[in-house]
Structures are given as structure tokens and as C-alpha cells.
């Protein structure tokens, strides 16, 4: 009842990561080498030190279900969109909007995975952590729609080519002994039409076979890079109780979103964010415990846990540390409060 986890990402050491080149590319959509501060030859070892820094962090700090803290991705999505057959990032479309180009992936041929990308990552995790263990994906109807489609000419049929690289790659995640598989979708929200055309037949595509806990993120985007004032309800959540996922992650700290539509979701659990991550600023446990009390006169207890709003990529590694402890106290308090 009432436990915790993290969405996915936890800070890039400084000596790993230039976070200004990072920040400047906002999410990367085709790959990003230049962030790197390690030369090739030890970056790999230089990323799984870090990715031990966030283990023992998320450990130390309480957490029940833990990631490997995406130390070895550029963006939550880039690593694996790149690694499918089909994409060109030679000669990447150009995005712009509000004042950034974007270079994204073509598709210039039937999307398909080549083999595992995440395995490895997860079995390194895996190796050294007792703790639940969470992989992320990108999800498939976030893929489709960060990539120019120069090949299937019909956005539903690019989504579901993403869908079954997503599911290939879920279905080695279960075999190496995942915990937790989590969709990262905020796309949903950004193309409410679409995903009320196809969005949930792509999701339970996704996710055929998998009998593992399965999650999907659904985000207003990183704090540190959206503006405060973001709305006060999804565009597409509650058609997510039709699907197969059973969790459901939402950000509900910064956003301040209207927690009434839980109601309709009364057979998924809640992944409820409660941490702010625009800011470094380490909010109090009798803060966040408040934020955890939101949720229950909609969500039972034991359909709840909690979590930060989002990604922690964005703050400093000190502040996600303290923000993580103080959320494992708030929810305790909680527990003690409910049980």
C-alpha cells in the first residue's frame, strides 16, 4: 500500500553529461553524441558508473521500485527510435516549433528491431539492486510521431510497425526478468484525434504477451522546460481504462490537475505524481504528504503510489536525492495515516 517509484530518468552526473548542450537540444529525437563528456572508448564504463550512482541514490533514498535512471540515454526516446531499420538520421526532417528546430527520423522503409536494445541495461540493474525493478520505453505512438513518415503514407500503419518493434523488445524485457515495464506516451495528450483513432490499439499491440506490471507515462512534458501553467486535465486519459496497461502514470503536482476523472479509471492503479520538478527546491514531507492525500478520496490506497511528476533528468542530483527521501517519508506518513 502507498508504495513509491520514479518515472524513469535521474540526473546525468556533470562529468558524464554537458547539460547545457543537452538543454539546449531540448529532447533530442535523433542521436545526440555531442553531450557526451567521456571519450567513446570509456563511455560505457563511465555510464554504468553512473548508473550505479542512481541505483544506490534511489536505494538510499527508499524507493520500492527503481529504474537504472536512463544514464546511458541521451533522451527518453532517441536511443531506441534510432536503433530500428526503416530510419534515416542522415537526413533528418527539420521540426520547428516555438522557436526550436527539431531534426527528426524519416521512415523511409518497414520499421523493425534488429535485437535488444534495453537487455543489457535492465540485467545490469537487475545484478545490482534487490529492489523491484522498472525498464521505460518509448511508446509507439510516440515514436510515430516523432519521426517524419516518408514510407507508410497512413499515420495508424507507422504506429503500429512501431508497435511491434515496442512489443519485441517488452517481450526480451520480460524474459530478463523485468518487474515493471512502463510506455512513455506524451504524445497522447499532444494528438488527442489520433489517439482516440488508434491510441489503444496500439498501446494493447505494444503490449501483447507481456504478463508482467505494465505502465504507461502519460506527461505534460520536463518541468525545467515547460511553462508552469500547465493544464489542469489530460486530453486523453480516461479511454485508458479500455486498454491493457495496468498502470497509469500522471502528473498531478505541478499541473494541480482535477483528480475527479480517477473515477472512471477505478481498475487501473495510479502511478500519482506528487513531486514538482520545475524546480530544486526540495519540498517537505508534510507537503508532499498532502499532495498524496489528494488522490484518495478518488483512489483507494492500495491503487496508489507515488511518485515525481515526471523524469528527474532536469534537476540537480542533490535536489532529486532530497525530493525522493522526502516523498518516501510523505508516503509513510500516509501509510501510517490509512492503515
Same mark, same amino acid.
Given at each position: 500500500?502507498?508504495?513509491?517509484?520514479?518515472?524513469?530518468? #535521474?540526473?546525468?552526473? %556533470?562529468?558524464?553529461?554537458?547539460?547545457?548542450?543537452?538543454?539546449?537540444?531540448?529532447?533530442?529525437?535523433?542521436?545526440?553524441?555531442?553531450?557526451?563528456?567521456?571519450?567513446?572508448?570509456?563511455?560505457?564504463?563511465?555510464?554504468?558508473?553512473?548508473?550505479?550512482?542512481?541505483?544506490?541514490?534511489?536505494?538510499?533514498? /527508499?524507493? &520500492?521500485?527503481?529504474?537504472?535512471?536512463?544514464?546511458?540515454?541521451?533522451?527518453?526516446?532517441?536511443?531506441?527510435?534510432?536503433?530500428?531499420?526503416?530510419?534515416?538520421?542522415?537526413?533528418?526532417?527539420?521540426?520547428?516549433?516555438?522557436?526550436?528546430?527539431?531534426?527528426?527520423?524519416?521512415? +523511409?522503409?518497414?520499421?523493425?528491431?534488429?535485437?535488444?536494445?534495453?537487455?543489457?541495461?535492465?540485467?545490469?540493474?537487475?545484478?545490482?539492486?534487490?529492489? *523491484?525493478?522498472?525498464?521505460? *520505453?518509448?511508446?509507439?505512438?510516440?515514436?510515430?510521431?516523432?519521426?517524419? &513518415?516518408? #514510407?507508410? /503514407?497512413?499515420?495508424?500503419?507507422?504506429?503500429?510497425? @512501431?508497435?511491434?518493434?515496442?512489443?519485441?523488445?517488452?517481450? &526480451?524485457?520480460?524474459?530478463?526478468?523485468?518487474?515493471?515495464?512502463?510506455?512513455?506516451?506524451?504524445?497522447?495528450?499532444?494528438?488527442?484525434? /489520433?489517439?482516440?483513432?488508434?491510441? !489503444?490499439?496500439?498501446?494493447?499491440?505494444? *503490449? %501483447?504477451?507481456?504478463?508482467?506490471?505494465?505502465? +504507461?507515462?502519460?506527461?505534460?512534458? @520536463?518541468?525545467?522546460?515547460?511553462?508552469?501553467?500547465?493544464?489542469?486535465?489530460?486530453?486523453?486519459?480516461?479511454?485508458?481504462?479500455?486498454?491493457?496497461?495496468?498502470? !497509469?502514470? +500522471?502528473?498531478?503536482?505541478?499541473?494541480?490537475?482535477?483528480?475527479?476523472?480517477?473515477?472512471?479509471?477505478?481498475?487501473?492503479?495510479?502511478?500519482?505524481?506528487?513531486?514538482? *520538478?520545475?524546480?530544486? %527546491?526540495?519540498?517537505?514531507?508534510?507537503?508532499?504528504?498532502?499532495?498524496?492525500?489528494?488522490?484518495?478520496?478518488?483512489?483507494?490506497?492500495?491503487?496508489?503510489?507515488?511518485?515525481? &511528476?515526471?523524469?528527474?533528468?532536469?534537476?540537480?542530483? /542533490?535536489?532529486?536525492?532530497?525530493?525522493?527521501?522526502?516523498?518516501?517519508?510523505?508516503?509513510? !506518513?500516509?501509510?501510517?495515516?490509512?492503515?
Amino acid at each position: 500500500m502507498l508504495q513509491t517509484t520514479v518515472v524513469g530518468s #535521474y540526473p546525468q552526473p %556533470e562529468w558524464l553529461v554537458d547539460h547545457e548542450i543537452l538543454k539546449a537540444k531540448v529532447v533530442p529525437r535523433v542521436r545526440a553524441q555531442d553531450i557526451w563528456r567521456i571519450d567513446d572508448s570509456y563511455l560505457n564504463e563511465a555510464q554504468n558508473d553512473a548508473t550505479l550512482l542512481a541505483i544506490r541514490d534511489q536505494e538510499l533514498a /527508499g524507493i &520500492d521500485c527503481i529504474t537504472d535512471g536512463e544514464m546511458r540515454r541521451e533522451s527518453y526516446s532517441n536511443r531506441f527510435a534510432t536503433s530500428l531499420s526503416g530510419i534515416d538520421t542522415a537526413d533528418p526532417f527539420i521540426r520547428k516549433v516555438e522557436g526550436y528546430e527539431i531534426p527528426m527520423p524519416r521512415i +523511409i522503409g518497414p520499421v523493425r528491431r534488429h535485437g535488444p536494445v534495453e537487455v543489457d541495461d535492465l540485467r545490469f540493474l537487475k545484478s545490482h539492486t534487490d529492489r *523491484l525493478a522498472k525498464i521505460t *520505453l518509448p511508446g509507439p505512438f510516440t515514436l510515430s510521431k516523432q519521426a517524419s &513518415d516518408d #514510407y507508410y /503514407g497512413d499515420p495508424e500503419a507507422a504506429a503500429m510497425a @512501431y508497435a511491434d518493434a515496442v512489443n519485441a523488445e517488452a517481450r &526480451d524485457l520480460q524474459v530478463a526478468g523485468a518487474d515493471v515495464i512502463q510506455l512513455d506516451e506524451p504524445w497522447l495528450r499532444q494528438d488527442p484525434d /489520433g489517439a482516440n483513432l488508434y491510441g !489503444i490499439k496500439v498501446i494493447n499491440r505494444a *503490449l %501483447e504477451g507481456i504478463n508482467v506490471t505494465t505502465a +504507461i507515462h502519460l506527461c505534460f512534458g @520536463y518541468g525545467f522546460i515547460v511553462s508552469p501553467d500547465k493544464p489542469k486535465a489530460y486530453t486523453f486519459l480516461e479511454q485508458l481504462a479500455d486498454c491493457s496497461v495496468d498502470q !497509469i502514470s +500522471i502528473e498531478a503536482a505541478q499541473p494541480h490537475l482535477d483528480l475527479g476523472v480517477f473515477s472512471s479509471l477505478s481498475e487501473k492503479t495510479i502511478v500519482f505524481g506528487v513531486i514538482d *520538478l520545475s524546480t530544486n %527546491e526540495i519540498e517537505s514531507p508534510a507537503v508532499l504528504a498532502d499532495r498524496i492525500r489528494r488522490a484518495l478520496p478518488f483512489v483507494a490506497p492500495e491503487r496508489l503510489i507515488a511518485a515525481p &511528476d515526471c523524469g528527474m533528468k532536469y534537476l540537480t542530483r /542533490g535536489a532529486a536525492f532530497g525530493k525522493l527521501r522526502s516523498m518516501v517519508e510523505a508516503a509513510e !506518513i500516509v501509510r501510517q495515516e490509512v492503515s
